[in-house]
């Protein structure tokens, strides 16, 4: 098998759904080929950070209450006993939705704005990951990524290229964060992905980097030229600083 049959298959040998033929075919590729065993690593990391407890939210006990109260009493459930099934089963998926959405996609409502911001951020980072959703305009033409902003955003993305450093534009995106719409440029080091989102600043100041880590990823976030800006990746924080460093002579 070559890197590019492995690589397609990547996602449902990590999930344990190929057969043992398969399955024992990839090994033997990972083991000789760094960069496939590379991406597989990321791969089951990135199962492990989904999987975290920290990106769940449990619903309340008073929506269970709710649930229970809108229920038929048993005098209805004999006269209805169809229509009590539905509403339990609709209880159950409700309870169930809510925890996992909520959780993922909403920052719970503790602590400090920067620490739900980085959650926000994690989590839309994590969403990308997945399967298409990475990109909505895919392409490494910073001409052909900054025009689809247009018409989308109140504000105009600086797209910088930064191929001559090593650091690939692969696309755009509309994503939200901050209670609004924001820009999210997409870039790749190796097979490392970077997410880098953009917005207009409250306060027309610049302010310095600052760094912090996340569920094994690294975030920088500033201030410049009014915008905001939020980076995120797997990659290692001597890259990441000096893609950070890059951005901002470029922007």
Same mark, same amino acid.
């Given at each position: 098998?070559?890197?590019?049959?492995?690589?397609?298959?990547?996602? !449902?040998?990590?999930?344990?759904?190929?057969?043992?033929?398969?399955?024992?075919?990839?090994?033997?590729?990972?083991?000789?080929? $760094?960069?496939?065993?590379?991406? &597989?690593?990321?791969?089951?990391?990135?199962?492990?950070?989904?999987?975290?407890?920290?990106?769940?939210?449990? $619903?309340?006990?008073?929506?269970?209450?709710?649930?229970?109260?809108?229920?038929?009493?048993?005098?209805?459930?004999?006269?209805? !006993?169809?229509?009590?099934?539905?509403?339990?089963?609709?209880?159950?998926?409700?309870?169930?939705?809510?925890?996992?959405?909520?959780?993922?996609?909403? !920052?719970?409502?503790?602590?400090?704005?920067?620490?739900?911001?980085?959650?926000?951020?994690?989590?839309?980072?994590?969403?990308?990951?997945?399967?298409? %959703?990475?990109?909505?305009?895919?392409?490494?033409?910073?001409?052909?990524?900054? !025009?689809?902003?247009?018409?989308?955003?109140?504000?105009?993305?600086?797209?910088?290229?930064?191929?001559?450093?090593?650091?690939?534009?692969?696309?755009?995106?509309?994503?939200?964060?901050?209670?609004?719409?924001?820009?999210?440029?997409?870039? %790749?080091?190796?097979? %490392?992905?970077?997410?880098?989102?953009?917005?207009?600043?409250? %306060?027309?100041? &610049?302010?310095?980097?600052?760094?912090?880590?996340?569920?094994?990823?690294?975030?920088?976030?500033?201030?410049?030229?009014?915008?905001?800006?939020?980076?995120?990746?797997?990659?290692?924080?001597?890259?990441?600083? &000096?893609?950070?460093?890059?951005?901002?002579?470029?922007?």
């Amino acid at each position: 098998m070559n890197c590019q049959d492995v690589q397609r298959l990547l996602h !449902p040998y990590s999930d344990g759904e190929l057969d043992l033929v398969r399955h024992v075919e990839i090994e033997k590729h990972l083991a000789d080929c $760094a960069e496939c065993a590379e991406q &597989e690593k990321h791969l089951r990391s990135l199962r492990s950070v989904i999987s975290s407890p920290s990106l769940y939210y449990t $619903a309340p006990a008073s929506l269970r209450m709710r649930i229970q109260l809108a229920t038929p009493s048993a005098t209805q459930r004999k006269r209805r !006993p169809a229509l009590s099934l539905v509403a339990i089963a609709a209880g159950v998926l409700l309870l169930t939705g809510a925890s996992v959405t909520i959780g993922l996609l909403l !920052p719970k409502g503790t602590g400090s704005s920067v620490d739900r911001l980085t959650e926000s951020v994690v989590a839309s980072h994590i969403r990308s990951l997945q399967v298409e %959703h990475l990109t909505d305009v895919a392409s490494s033409d910073k001409h052909t990524v900054k !025009p689809w902003f247009r018409g989308k955003l109140d504000f105009s993305p600086p797209v910088p290229d930064l191929t001559s450093q090593g650091y690939t534009l692969s696309g755009g995106r509309l994503d939200y964060l901050a209670d609004r719409p924001v820009a999210a440029l997409i870039y %790749h080091r190796r097979l %490392h992905v970077i997410n880098i989102f953009m917005w207009p600043a409250v %306060h027309d100041e &610049e302010k310095e980097v600052r760094g912090l880590s996340r569920q094994g990823f690294h975030i920088r976030y500033w201030q410049h030229s009014g915008l905001t800006y939020w980076t995120i990746s797997d990659l290692n924080d001597q890259e990441l600083d &000096e893609f950070v460093r890059i951005c901002r002579e470029q922007s």
